[in-house]
């Protein structure tokens, strides 16, 4: 049961949509189709067998751990129309989820999904982010477990995403130890450097061949699912060749949705070590260096955030076979220091060290 | 990262708020606090070690299906500040979680919990309402497993909840068959009439010994956990005292969180049979009819909602002990009808049928 509803306690929508400049009655909204209705049509988006229960079963393998991680997104906050289509709220916002998953070392099993919804919200624009999150899905694996929709004042979405991984190889923050490569899965800044793009930022004036590309950043990032199963690959192999009683290697990390500065300093002050980061080892995305200036690629690099990369702590010896398999580049190491993150402009120089502080705050 | 903040984007709180009414700058806002701050806060309240790295990391028990629902609220709509004070939020948005959890036939493992809230949001608010989750958890099993703030135009609250079932014993809508006994754990419509006292729909001239226990069926309502673990014991003893092969019964439904009514519907859809109610067996709390007649009373106990009972349908032989144990009430029995709800004057009576058809939708 829900308190009665009252037309003047739903404010206005926050963000203009094009949705809202159409003739008023051409597009069919989730109050023209009613409650049963939307749940009906969102339930093709589902595995078969997986709707019609108060709640999803499903089963995870012998020798695994359960992982769950949850994160809720709302319009005018994390998205909108003018910058994310919601294709793409929905394949991000899933994206996100999966990354967290990757980020644990698991694989995926599925999502649940629940939508808060303005009355007058299109349907369109509900199937147009559901087919996000479906494509999202069935490139990176897992299933829409379940969901839920209700009347609210904003778009929100809420989304818990499901994996599971090997007992005991869960990838953790805290588990890093001084000498360890410290290594990312991929560029930074690029996210950053699309939103940039798409709120006019830069310009077509501003080396447009590469605008797509970093649109491409922000609008869908990737999972790093195929960065971990290398990574296990590697080490499965290694440990077959070594045939002796080696223990499974200590893999620290977690991803870099909040900026690779965040995820560095979250690392360091989890596991209680230093990091020194050597500059122009990160990698940046193609042609931003050369757009922006090296100051604010380093800037969107460090703290820009969404790129969704992996942030990994390993032995040099497993890095550099990464490394050469063009999976990861190694961008510092971890030292005795106590959570410090530094960044030098060359291998052991103490020149010009920089200390990493910022991070973003929500509110 | 997020867009940037735009005050003319966050709409008014859609309900007057204690707090609203408070001196400006008296109560600590989680603007105030901003989020490391807000998070570290809210860790209090989290099972140790399950914070601190991008997801939470379970174990589901050998030879256990997962289950998995999800649930979002919003002020204004599910909630306000007249009928729900923020620890009632909170443990009601916990307990329809569990509840659906227990209407698989499922035990609790945890949940996730994602909070939208708009900037001026009281910390007394959010705390409040943390208390109230971690209490119904505390009582009810479960812990909070990972969560999620974010700015919002609309006080949000969103949960998913995880539980375990022993494989084979799930309890689902749509394995009910004819010649079954139709059961309820509790009596239907005292959500309804405690939201009628808060709401002054009733006042204190109608019968208010009551009142206190119809508020208490509202803002604590009782995932119904109990009523399974006595249905367990009961067919666990019986196959041992049967010492042969007997498969374990068939027990189909599920709670009764969108109405006594809707929950009959559902199951007789999606099992393809027909229920037949007698009228005067559904257990109503007590004083209701007393206060409000027999025809609204009954209203109530089949569309008011949110009583979050179990509706099982099961052989007359447990039933019937479970009826003698005081663990349910029989009102019904299951028919080779398809799809159809009937409510009878009294058993095996064709006198004053009446199809129950109506169910409540959200938009």
Same mark, same amino acid.
């Given at each position: 049961m829900v308190l009665p509803p009252d037309e003047t306690s739903e404010p206005k929508e926050t963000v203009d949509s094009e949705e809202a400049a159409?003739?008023?009655?051409k597009a069919e909204t989730v109050a023209d189709l009613g409650e049963l209705a939307l749940i009906e049509r969102l339930?093709?988006?589902?595995?078969?067998?997986?709707?019609?229960?108060?709640a999803a079963l499903l089963t995870v393998r012998s020798g695994h751990q359960l992982v769950v991680t949850t994160d809720m997104l709302t319009e005018g906050v994390h998205f909108s129309d003018r910058t994310t289509p919601p294709e793409t709220v929905g394949w991000r916002a899933t994206a996100a989820n999966l990354s967290d998953l990757a980020a644990m070392g698991a694989s995926p099993l599925g999502i649940t999904l629940a939508l808060g919804l303005p009355a007058k919200t299109p349907w369109n624009w509900v199937e147009a982010l559901y087919q996000g999150v479906a494509d999202c899905l069935k490139q990176h694996g897992g299933m829409i477990l379940g969901g839920d929709v209700c009347r609210a004042a904003q778009r929100t979405v809420s989304i818990t995403a499901l994996g599971e991984v090997i007992d005991q190889q869960a990838v953790r923050r805290d588990s890093a130890s001084a000498g360890m490569a410290v290594v990312v899965t991929g560029p930074h800044g690029g996210s950053r450097a699309g939103l940039a793009v798409l709120l006019g930022e830069?310009?077509?004036?501003? #080396? +447009?061949?590469?605008h797509a590309h970093w649109i491409q950043a922000h609008q869908k990032p990737v999972p790093r699912f195929d960065a971990i199963a290398q990574l296990r690959q590697l080490i499965d192999r290694q440990l077959i060749e070594s045939r002796s009683e080696t223990p499974y290697p200590t893999i620290a990390g977690m991803d870099s949705s909040d900026g690779l500065a965040n995820a560095l300093l979250q690392i360091s002050s989890s596991s209680q070590i230093g990091i020194d980061v050597v500059?122009?080892?990160?990698p940046l995305p193609l042609g931003l260096k050369a757009t922006v200036g090296a100051d604010t690629a380093l800037e969107w690099a460090l703290?820009?955030?969404?790129?969704f990369e992996l942030v990994l702590c390993l032995s040099f010896e497993l890095a550099k076979e990464l490394a050469k398999a063009g999976v990861v580049s190694i961008i510092g190491t971890t030292t005795h220091d106590s959570n410090v993150v530094q960044l030098l402009d060359?291998? #052991? +120089?103490?020149?010009s060290v920089q200390v990493v502080h910022k991070s973003f705050q929500h509110f």
């Open positions: 159409e003739p008023e009655g339930s093709a988006f589902c595995t078969a067998g997986m709707v019609g229960d108060d830069l310009t077509a004036e501003d #080396n +447009s061949d590469y500059r122009s080892q990160i703290y820009g955030g969404e790129d060359a291998q #052991n +120089s103490s020149a």
